[in-house]
C-alpha cells in the first residue's frame, strides 16, 4: 500500500438490463491496495462489476465510492481506472513503445516524460527490448504485459483485470500471475480481479469475493474461504469438497455429530452453538486419510469400499461409496495402494472437519 491506495466502495449498487438482475443491491469495500478476485460461474455478475467500477456502464442504482469521492456520475474517462482484458486490445498498427505510451500523448504529457515513463514500466513488465515490435511479433504472454504496462504507465487510482490470463497456457500463466502480484504490490493500486481459476484467486488474491447471480456469496481473505466456507457454494467452489449431511445429536456437554459410522464429540469453538438436528459438513480430499479396513467403530472413522481409482502420477485419486454418499480423495502413490472394490476405512481429524454454518441460499 502506498500513500495514494484508495478504498474502493460499492453502496447498495443494482444493474439491470431489462429483466435481467445482473447485480443486486451489493455492498462490498476493497481495501486500500489490496488484490481482490471476484470468482463465480459464468454470468454471475463479475464483468458487470468492473464495467460499473470503470464507468463504462452507468448503475442501476446505488454509489460507487472511491476514497472520499463520489463517482458513480464521473464518466469512465474521468475515474482514472487502468484497465486488463482478456482480449489484450492492443493498437495492431502501433509499436510496443507507441501502445504504452498512448495515455500519456492523449493526456499531453511531454515527450521526455513519456519516453521515460514508458521504459520504466516496459522495465517492471520485463519487456524492456521489444519497444520497436508490433503486437503481432510477440508472444501472447508478451501482448499481456505490454497491455499490463499500458494500464499502470497512467499510474491510475484504480486497476482492473477481466480474466487477463484465460488466452494464455499453463504454464505462462502462472508465471504472469505472479508477476502481475508483484506490479501490483509494488504499486499499491488497489486492483480487482475477475478470473475463473481458482487456484489463480486463491495464489494472488488479498481477498476473495465469491459471487453467485448478481449477490456476493462471501468475501474474505484465500485461506478464510478455504477453511470457514459458509455456503455449501462456496465450500464447492474453492477448493475440492465433499459435502455430506450430518446430524447433532445428544445434550449439555456430549452433543455429537453423526455422518455414516463416525461420530465426533462436539467442541468449544465449533461454529453450531445451539444447533440441534441436520447440518453439513465439508470434507476436504486432502483431510481424509484411506487405511486397510479396521473392524471397530472407534471414531471418527467411516467405511467403505474403492469403486474408482486413478493413477495420477505423484497421488492416486480414490473415488469411495460410504453410507453417506461417494467420497473423493487421493493418497501418495509411494504409500501402500488400494485397488477397486477394497473395503476400506476412512480416518479424519476432527480439527478438520469444516461446519458449514448455514446451508447454502436457494
Ligand atoms: N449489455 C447487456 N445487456 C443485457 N444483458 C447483459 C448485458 N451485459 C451482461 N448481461 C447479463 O448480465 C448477467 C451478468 O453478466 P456478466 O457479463 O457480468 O457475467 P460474468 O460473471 O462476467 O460471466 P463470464 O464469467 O461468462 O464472463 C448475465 O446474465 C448477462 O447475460
Ligand atoms: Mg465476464
Known amino acids: 500500500m502506498s500513500d495514494a491506495s484508495i478504498k474502493i466502495v460499492l453502496n447498495n449498487v443494482s444493474k439491470h438490463f431489462g429483466k435481467v438482475r445482473a447485480l443486486d443491491a451489493v455492498d462490498i469495500a476493497f481495501a486500500p491496495g489490496t488484490l481482490t478476485t471476484l470468482l463465480g460461474p459464468s454470468g454471475c455478475g463479475k464483468t458487470t462489476l468492473l464495467r460499473l467500477v470503470s464507468g ?3 448503475v442501476s442504482s446505488g454509489e460507487i465510492w472511491f476514497g472520499d469521492e463520489n463517482v458513480t456520475n464521473l464518466s ?21 513503445e507507441q501502445n504504452v505510451g498512448y495515455g500519456l500523448r492523449i493526456l499531453r504529457t511531454k515527450p521526455d516524460d513519456i519516453s521515460k515513463r514508458v521504459q520504466e514500466v516496459l522495465e517492471m513488465v520485463a519487456m524492456d527490448g521489444f519497444q520497436r515490435r508490433y503486437p503481432d511479433e510477440l508472444s501472447g ?12 504507465v497512467l499510474r491510475p487510482k484504480v486497476l482492473l483485470f477481466d480474466e487477463p490470463l484465460s488466452n494464455i497456457d499453463s504454464k505462462l500463466r502462472r508465471s504472469m500471475r505472479d508477476d ?48 470457514r466456507p459458509r455456503t455449501t457454494f462456496v465450500a464447492n467452489f474453492i477448493g475440492e469438497s465433499n459435502v455430506v449431511d450430518a446430524e447433532l ?19 468449544a469453538g465449533m461454529p453450531i452453538a445451539d444447533r440441534k438436528g441436520p447440518i453439513k459438513l465439508s470434507l476436504r480430499p486432502e483431510v481424509l486419510e484411506i487405511r486397510p479396513f479396521e ?13 474408482q481409482r486413478a493413477y495420477m502420477g505423484p497421488v492416486i485419486e480414490y473415488t469411495i461409496k460410504t453410507r453417506i454418499g461417494a467420497l473423493f480423495t487421493r493418497g501418495p502413490a509411494s504409500a501402500s495402494q488400494f485397488k477397486e472394490s477394497d473395503e476400506i476405512s476412512i480416518h479424519i481429524q476432527p480439527e478438520n472437519i469444516i461446519i458449514i454454518p448455514e446451508n447454502s441460499k436457494a
Open 76 to 96: 469512465a474517462t474521468r475515474r482514472d481506472v487502468g484497465m486488463v482484458f482478456q482480449s489484450y486490445a492492443l493498437f495492431p498498427h502501433m509499436t510496443v
Open 249 to 267: 445429536t445428544g445434550e449439555g456437554t456430549h452433543r455429537q455429530i453423526v455422518f455414516g459410522d463416525a461420530r465426533v464429540d462436539v467442541t
Open 141 to 152: 504472454g508478451q501482448q499481456q504485459r505490454v497491455a499490463v504496462a499500458r494500464a499502470m
Open 180 to 227: 502481475i502480484r508483484r506490479l501490483q504490490q509494488a504499486s499499491g493500486i488497489t486492483s480487482i480481479y475477475v478470473t475463473h481459476d481458482q487456484a489463480e484467486a486463491l495464489a494472488v488474491s488479498d481477498e476473495i469475493i465469491i459471487m453467485r447471480n448478481g449477490s456476493i456469496e462471501q468475501q474474505g481473505p484465500p485461506q478464510a474461504l478455504y477453511h
Open 56 to 58: 463504462l456502464e452507468p
Open 295 to 307: 473392524n471397530t467403530s472407534s471414531s471418527p472413522m467411516l467405511h467403505g469400499v474403492i469403486v
